[in-house]
């Protein structure tokens, strides 16, 4: 089987590129363009697996190419589509940056498939920000979608709907979205972790400011209806979140999918604060976070974390790392980085 990751070097699909190696996908090619992400990852994943994956320098924003990889690959069975751009607070700065690269990235990839004459499978990278602003938690996967409150999250909710469209008038095309709430940690091995060229998520700026390399770390708003007042999400480890893409391919290669579009929600399950994922940081990491309460950021919305039944029922997985855990491997991993 011949599994293309699109945006693969980055931090999720490197970590699923190490899952997918070591459970037997042999044939893996990694396209990405390296807007935010380094080619050393590459080797991180050789180290861990053994193994090399092909490696094409491709931007799926532009459709030759595109055609130009599936002309030079012409026998790819599945697609797992991680390229985009990630950051709520930059796409409501930047919002036609975030359109233009997440749609035309995923309409390119779509036009490719309705091209094709052969069955291919697609996993698409989607987000808890395509629930808006929840009625009621935890969320399930069958409440409604909802406006997001971003750029970056109606990219996620509009390419759901281009692949949901794109399916009914596609016999041989299905797809599953893994609506990720909020991925942390490092691989345990500490070969590849999270490095991005930009820096906008909560942890990877907590870890710096522990070494020394920011000064203060903000806390975006402490007047939301949450018990300590500060925002409330799902925080999921890396290497769980990676495990639950092979088992969406085995479904879609086994044929075992009820319908030809399934959705399920990857987090643990709880929500934790900001406060306390700082302080359950200095508790594991032994160091002092100098911290400050800063005005809300726009975009954030106060609370949101995953029911889970449905992954854990269909998919038969399970999310088996803690809080203390992720962020364990997250502070290691940002002492030992080796990109
Ligand atoms: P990341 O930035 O580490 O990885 C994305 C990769 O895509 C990078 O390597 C980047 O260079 C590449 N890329 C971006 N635009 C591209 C393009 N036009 N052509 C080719 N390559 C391109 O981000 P990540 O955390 O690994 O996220 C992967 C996917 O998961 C994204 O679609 C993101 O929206 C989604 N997601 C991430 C999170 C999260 O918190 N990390 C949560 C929900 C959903
Ligand atoms: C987490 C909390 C911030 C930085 C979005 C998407 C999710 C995933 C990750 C990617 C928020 C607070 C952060 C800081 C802070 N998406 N924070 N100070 O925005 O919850 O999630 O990005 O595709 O699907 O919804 O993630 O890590 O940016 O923020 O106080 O310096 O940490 O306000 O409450 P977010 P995050």
Same mark, same amino acid.
């Given at each position: 089987?011949?599994?293309?990751?699109?945006?693969?070097?980055?931090?999720?699909?490197?970590?699923?590129?190490?899952?997918?190696?070591?459970?037997?996908?042999?044939?893996?090619?990694?396209?990405?363009?390296? $807007?935010?992400?380094?080619?050393?990852?590459?080797?991180?994943?050789? %180290?861990?697996?053994?193994? %090399?994956?092909?490696?094409?320098?491709?931007?799926?924003?532009?459709?030759?190419?595109?055609?130009?990889?599936?002309?030079?690959?012409?026998?790819?069975?599945?697609?797992?589509?991680?390229?985009?751009?990630?950051?709520?607070?930059? =796409?409501?700065?930047?919002?036609?940056?975030?359109?233009?690269?997440?749609?035309?990235?995923?309409?390119?990839?779509?036009?490719?498939?309705? $091209?094709? @004459?052969? @069955?291919?499978?697609?996993?698409?990278?989607?987000?808890?920000?395509?629930?808006?602003?929840?009625?009621?938690?935890?969320?399930?996967?069958?409440?409604?979608?909802?406006?997001?409150? =971003?750029?970056?999250?109606?990219?996620?909710?509009? =390419?759901?709907?281009?692949?949901?469209?794109?399916?009914?008038?596609?016999?041989?095309?299905?797809?599953?979205?893994?609506?990720?709430?909020?991925?942390?940690?490092?691989?345990?091995?500490?070969?590849?972790?999270e490095s991005p060229l930009k820096t906008y998520n909560l942890v990877p700026i907590l870890t710096q400011v522990a070494t020394g390399k920011r000064k203060e770390f903000l806390i975006f708003g402490n007047d939301y209806p949450t018990p300590d007042g500060t925002p409330i999400r799902d925080y999921i480890h890396i290497?769980?979140?990676?495990?639950?893409?092979?088992?969406?391919?085995?479904?879609?290669?086994?044929?075992?999918?009820?319908?030809?579009?399934?959705?399920?929600?990857?987090?643990?399950? %709880?929500?934790?604060?900001?406060?306390?994922?700082?302080?359950?940081?200095?508790?594991? =990491?032994?160091?002092?976070?100098?911290?400050?309460?800063?005005? %809300?950021?726009?975009?954030?919305?106060?609370?949101?974390?995953?029911?889970?039944?449905?992954?854990?029922?269909?998919?038969?997985? @399970?999310?088996?790392?803690?809080?203390?855990?992720?962020?364990?491997?997250?502070?290691?991993?940002?002492?030992?980085?080796?990109?």
């Amino acid at each position: 089987m011949n599994i293309l990751l699109t945006g693969g070097l980055g931090y999720i699909g490197s970590h699923v590129a190490v899952e997918l190696l070591s459970k037997g996908y042999d044939n893996v090619i990694i396209a990405d363009n390296l $807007s935010n992400s380094k080619i050393e990852a590459l080797k991180g994943i050789e %180290r861990i697996t053994g193994k %090399r994956p092909k490696f094409e320098l491709v931007d799926f924003r532009y459709k030759d190419q595109v055609f130009d990889l599936f002309n030079k690959y012409q026998d790819i069975n599945a697609i797992i589509h991680f390229a985009a751009f990630k950051a709520v607070a930059e =796409s409501i700065e930047k919002p036609l940056m975030y359109y233009e690269n997440n749609l035309f990235s995923t309409i390119n990839l779509l036009s490719i498939i309705k $091209s094709l @004459k052969y @069955k291919i499978h697609f996993v698409f990278s989607s987000s808890c920000t395509v629930y808006g602003i929840p009625d009621k938690l935890p969320v399930t996967e069958d409440m409604p979608l909802k406006e997001p409150t =971003s750029p970056y999250g109606k990219t996620k909710l509009f =390419s759901e709907y281009a692949i949901m469209d794109t399916i009914k008038v596609l016999e041989i095309f299905n797809a599953i979205s893994l609506r990720y709430f909020n991925p942390i940690g490092a691989h345990h091995s500490l070969e590849i972790g999270e490095s991005p060229l930009k820096t906008y998520n909560l942890v990877p700026i907590l870890t710096q400011v522990a070494t020394g390399k920011r000064k203060e770390f903000l806390i975006f708003g402490n007047d939301y209806p949450t018990p300590d007042g500060t925002p409330i999400r799902d925080y999921i480890h890396i290497e769980d979140l990676a495990e639950a893409h092979v088992l969406a391919l085995d479904r879609l290669f086994d044929n075992k999918n009820q319908d030809k579009y399934e959705a399920f929600n990857l987090g643990v399950g %709880r929500g934790y604060s900001v406060l306390e994922v700082v302080k359950t940081f200095e508790k594991v =990491s032994g160091k002092k976070i100098n911290y400050r309460i800063a005005p %809300r950021r726009p975009g954030d919305i106060a609370e949101i974390y995953a029911d889970t039944t449905k992954a854990n029922k269909i998919l038969g997985w @399970k999310a088996k790392y803690n809080l203390e855990d992720m962020l364990k491997t997250a502070w290691l991993w940002e002492i030992n980085k080796k990109f």
